[in-house]
């Protein structure tokens, strides 16, 4: 009974001190600031969190007929990547690949394994370097960075010579990693003149490795990143010599 008692003076104590932040809540009921409609959607989640939702785009399902179907080169012709063990992988000298279909905000998963095979000669950006282009310019890193340094802002799970991964989180070259990115597209304003900047937040293996970062531009090997306008773009998978596989790839407008 005394507990009970206690309890109620606390609970009296703690709504009497969040009605004494705004006298205005003394005149208010709790049903004031609830709000009903429109119901929020429905989602069927995955069976984990690795997998599709009921509202996502299956970009890449391991099929030849997905890549085919969704992606095509850099000239608009068929993919020259290969398809097998229900991933795909870069093929040398076939150049990039581009999703069909555009996109502006979202939430994308995918998933990229470098080469179990570490060239002992290869370091820094030469081992196991690709990369995920949002709306066609920017460059969130892949490449192997298990116990391979390199340049901090060019590492995986960077964007770019923009910002460096939180932490490094690398599996072992050959071992499939995560990638699931938020991405808010830049606005442009009617002048053409930037009018708020891109930004994203990206997990990598689960582990948090940017954190709402502003981008400064599109992402460049060499020079100062600087805005032009553009509307929605596609997604590009680099090709940048070294063969880096992907696999699951969904895709969730916002
Ligand atoms: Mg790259």
Known sequence: MKKILLGMCVFGALTAFAQNQNPENAKMKPEMTEFWDPEVAVV???????????????????????????WAN???????????DNCMTVVKGTGVIKSKMEFEDYQLHIEWRTPAEVNPESKSQGRGNSGIFMQERYELQVLDNYENRTYRNGQA???????????????????????????????FKADST?????????????????????????????????????????????????????????????
């Open 194 to 254: 930037l009018f708020s900047p891109a930004r994203a937040t990206v997990l990598q293996n689960g582990v948090l490795v940017l954190n709402n970062v502003q981008l400064l531009g599109p992402t460049e090997y060499i020079g100062i990143p600087k805005y032009k306008i553009h509307g929605p773009g596609s997604l590009i998978l680099q090709d940048h010599g070294n063969p880096v596989s992907y696999r699951n790839i969904w895709i969730r407008r916002l």
């Open 74 to 84: 850099g000239k608009g012709e068929a993919p020259g990547w290969s398809v097998a």
């Open 44 to 70: 069927t989640p995955g069976e984990s969190n690795l997998n599709a939702p009921s509202d996502a785009v299956v970009l890449f399902d391991g099929t030849s007929e997905s890549l085919v179907q969704n």
């Open 157 to 187: 799970g960077s964007f770019y010579k923009q910002y460096a991964p939180l932490v490094n989180v690398c599996k072992k070259p050959g071992e499939w990693q995560t990638y699931d990115i938020i991405w808010t597209a830049p606005r």
